[in-house]
């Protein structure tokens, strides 16, 4: 069964980089029926899609976070990276990774990582 | 892209069954039959227990089921059960953007 495990820094100062890897276990990033997403959810909020990588890197987005944020795959070590620059308090959040499974009669976001609390503050 | 809309509670008595409802636009939940739904019980990442709109993942009840109507899709969960005390999410592909609903707190009475 595949499981993904979110590391990275838990307090991240204002207008600085949050850095989050996401690691794949029990299963291949390779996979071209596959994206690699990141979610995240304000304290006590709902979810709000961040974005996803392909394993040959392509990306894809949200549009009202796009110019902050970049993406990266690591094949050789089945993990993939969100960097989010210019954080502010609003960027506190759990973060999480999921796969995003592109299969014909099943498309959905369907394995989660247990996510990681990322606090802004100084 | 706008949230997708949900009904910010919905509760009802062990046994009974309960619709929650999400409503999105054509651009999203009408033009694709691609709307998923989450449970998430506090402190745990969400669990995917409806996808392409009714389909059930292996391991999730049949007492969970999915349909759509237009641009609003609909998740009934019957013979209600505690441990079905829970936020429940719907996701729609917008192609290529996913969009969540705000969420829904169902409470078991």
């Known amino acids: 069964q595949v499981q993904l495990q979110e590391s990275g820094p838990g307090l991240v100062r204002p207008s600085q980089t949050l850095s989050l890897t996401c690691t794949v276990s029990g299963g291949s990033i390779s996979s071209g029926s596959y994206f690699w997403s990141w979610i995240r959810q304000h304290p006590g909020k709902g979810l709000e899609w961040i974005g996803y990588?392909?394993?040959?890197?392509?990306?894809s987005y949200s549009p009202s976070l796009k110019s902050r944020i970049f993406m990266s795959v690591d094949t050789s070590k089945n993990q993939f990276s969100l960097r989010l620059s210019s954080v502010t308090a609003a960027d506190t959040a759990v973060y999480y990774c999921?796969?995003?499974?592109?299969?014909?009669?099943?498309?959905?976001?369907?394995?989660w990582g247990q996510g990681i609390l990322v606090t802004v503050s100084s | 892209q706008s949230a997708l809309t949900q009904p910010a509670s919905v509760s009802g008595s062990p046994g009974q069954w309960i619709t929650i409802s999400c409503t999105g636009t054509?651009?999203?939940?009408?033009?694709?039959?691609?709307v998923s739904w989450y449970q998430q019980h506090p402190g745990q990442a969400p669990k995917l227990i409806i996808y392409?709109?009714?389909i059930r993942p292996s391991g999730v009840s049949n007492r969970f089921s999915g349909s759509k109507s237009g641009n609003t899709a609909s998740l009934t969960i019957s013979g209600l059960q505690a441990e079905d005390e829970a936020d429940y999410y719907c996701c729609s592909y917008t192609g290529p953007p996913w969009v969540f609903g705000g969420g829904t707190k169902v409470t078991v009475l």
């Open positions: 990588i392909s394993h040959t890197g392509s990306t």
């Open positions: 054509s651009s999203d939940v009408g033009k694709y039959n691609l």
């Open positions: 999921a796969r995003d499974m592109r299969v014909v009669g099943a498309t959905t976001i369907d394995y």
């Open positions: 392409e709109g009714s």
